[in-house]
């Protein structure tokens, strides 16, 4: 939704008169997160579909009872993309060289780390295998990857322990954001209803390293090599394609509730409490050797 249509909207649930839509908003300065429809009216996140920031320590629209809002950048702030820069990760397990980013889910600085590898000499607008490696703190009970930053049209990999602490990978998809209850003219394109899941998606396949794969007692860790991550169709014979030079935006998702059959990687899974973007390098990511070192990890 538009940034006018979402103020609009939520003027709408606030009882104002909607008569005149307010002049558009600027991304780098949102009104307070009360004002906000994900945050205010009870919809899903998995539904919004403007990109949430990162939860910041001291943010005034952060509370403990607030578990299912996110903090918006205040206007002293960074866009959200340029909030963390990216740091150089040899893994000493595997031998790859990984762009690493760490996202907050929560403001007392817990977080997911996220890592990713590719191949050297990879041309624009080709497509190419990834490595993912994630490192998740033992209380969340599920974490996405949204590969094309955003929820809809582009595959999503959630990750969650199973009931032997074995770790689950679920290649999933979602086809639309679901509307919010407001004048159907606004949503003339938009035919689901209610939350909508990320389903299943067999165009991106995941497969487990044992080799950088491990947990302890804060934290769980696993390596996986993807095919289909890095270039899918987003409908209508539209490619979209990660770019192996510069920055792709890439989103997470969190819930610390876990799925309802763990052991299954179709399972149903929470609506996450929170989600955010970034955008992260792929050029430092890239690998002489990634093909022998994949090769070998798979072996």
Do not use: E
């Not at 762009?99 to 780390?113: A, E, H, P, V």
């Not at 491990?214 to 991550?229: E, P, V």
Request: proline share 11%; with cysteine; hydrophobic share 35%.
């Amino acid at each position: 939704m538009p940034p006018t249509q979402r103020a609009w909207f939520c003027r709408r649930r606030k009882g104002r008169p909607p008569s005149t839509p307010p002049r558009p908003i600027s991304p780098f300065r949102q009104p307070p997160i009360s004002s906000l429809c994900c945050g205010n009216c009870g919809s899903a996140c998995w539904a919004c579909s403007r990109p949430a920031s990162r939860p910041r320590a001291g943010d005034p629209h952060l509370s403990p009872a607030q578990t299912h809002t996110l903090a918006t950048p205040r206007a002293d702030q960074p866009p959200p993309a340029a909030a963390a820069a990216d740091a150089i990760f040899q893994d000493p397990d595997t031998g790859l060289v990984f762009t690493s980013n760490f996202q907050l889910y929560k403001s007392d600085g817990r977080g997911i780390t996220f890592r990713v590898a590719i191949p050297d000499g990879v041309q624009s607008y080709t497509a190419y295998d990834a490595v993912i490696q994630m490192v998740v703190p033992n209380d969340v009970g599920w974490a996405g990857l949204a590969w094309g930053g955003s929820m809809p049209k582009n595959p999503i990999l959630v990750a969650w322990r199973g009931s032997s602490n074995n770790v689950v990978l679920s290649s999933r998809w979602a086809t639309c954001v679901p509307p919010f209850p407001v004048p159907s003219k606004i949503h003339t394109n938009r035919t689901c209803s209610g939350h909508v899941m990320p389903t299943d998606y067999s165009g991106a396949t995941y497969t487990l390293f044992k080799s950088g794969t491990k947990s302890n007692g804060t934290h769980w860790q696993f390596t996986a090599l993807c095919k289909g991550c890095t270039a899918w169709d987003a409908g209508s014979g539209s490619m979209r394609y990660l770019s192996p030079r510069g920055g792709n935006r890439l989103a997470f998702a969190y819930s610390p509730s876990k799925p309802s059959s763990v052991n299954s990687p179709s399972s149903t899974i929470p609506i996450h409490d929170v989600h955010g973007y970034w955008n992260h390098d792929f050029t430092a990511a890239a690998n002489a050797g990634f093909d022998a070192a994949v090769s070998r990890l798979t072996a």
